[in-house]
């Protein structure tokens, strides 16, 4: 009989699983894999010796595997890249800030949207994360702090893919890891990033989960917009907007456009102007960030004058703005620069 992985089942899936033992044993197996790390049922030492051994014969605990650790020069970023069961392989990113170690997670394997300064998605998609794979980037990495006394604060789901194109796994992972029995994380404490797939950003509305959203807008014009973002012809700018603003309306959170500053394409006053003509009024925060360089795009960074004219008009005309701290780049783990291998 093949073996099966307990890892990435919620509380009622291992209650199921390993019926007809009582649920209490589920309960005490959750806690060993998902919050004190164990994988080997012998460390189990509140099971006896028996079910242990039966354990062991039926299943296996398995988290993602490392291939390839990365530290950035200042220390404050580590990149992994993890194997799954199939062999795919994908980025995770631990970024160490003055409030907490964050960490960004990829959602995909691959990504097929195709945004021209990305390096995620040069390849394409190869497949969706499940739900477990997903939790398992996380655990892998509070497993890793652990043994330094620290633990994971927040989570961004911006890495490789589009997490609302992978909508069912994306939910189920963040409610599962919400749970008492995995990490407790505050809904509060994540962040999701899409490039603008609008039904996908209503169905989170029904979720009612108090998450932040972050939605990549990187133009102005849909002109413009559809040159860099292909996914700009389903959902053009206005429908994009459109459901922004229905997100902060329903869940009284401020909405974060991101917006990706090209030297030369996207970065003069001009833009800058179309940008807060089309966020007036609307609950919202703006996140500028300088492009980070990959090999295979010719995107320029714009010049640190540029970048500061572009972050004080915005300021001046009643946009709340930031220019991100950008970590990582030295390591390609930062925005855009991720992809399946270092
Ligand atoms: S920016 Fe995000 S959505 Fe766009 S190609 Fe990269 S990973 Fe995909």
Known sequence: ????????????????????????????????????????????????????????????????????????????TTKFLLKFDDGATVETVLMRHDYGNSICISSQVGCAMGCKFCASTLKGLDRNLTAGEMLGEIIFVQNFLRVVNQKVDTLVIMGTGEPLVNFDNVIKMLRLLHKDYTLGLSYRKVTISTCGIVPAIRRLIDEQIPVTLSISLHAPTNKLRSEIMPINSAFNLKEVLKAGAEYAEVTGRRVTYEYILLGGVNDTEEHARQLAKILDGQLANVNLIPVNPVIERNFKPPTHNASQKFFHFLLTHGINVTIRKEMGADVNAACGQLRANS
Do not use: H
């Open 1 to 76: 009989m093949k073996k099966k992985n307990l890892f990435g089942l919620t509380l009622e899936e291992l209650e199921t699983e390993l019926s007809p033992l009582p649920k209490f044993r589920a309960k005490q197996i959750a806690a060993w894999i998902y919050q004190r790390g164990v994988t080997s049922f012998d460390e189990m030492n509140d099971l006896s010796k028996n079910l242990r051994g039966e354990l062991a014969e039926k299943y296996f605990v398995q988290l993602p595997q490392l291939v390839k650790q990365l530290d950035s020069t200042d220390n404050l």
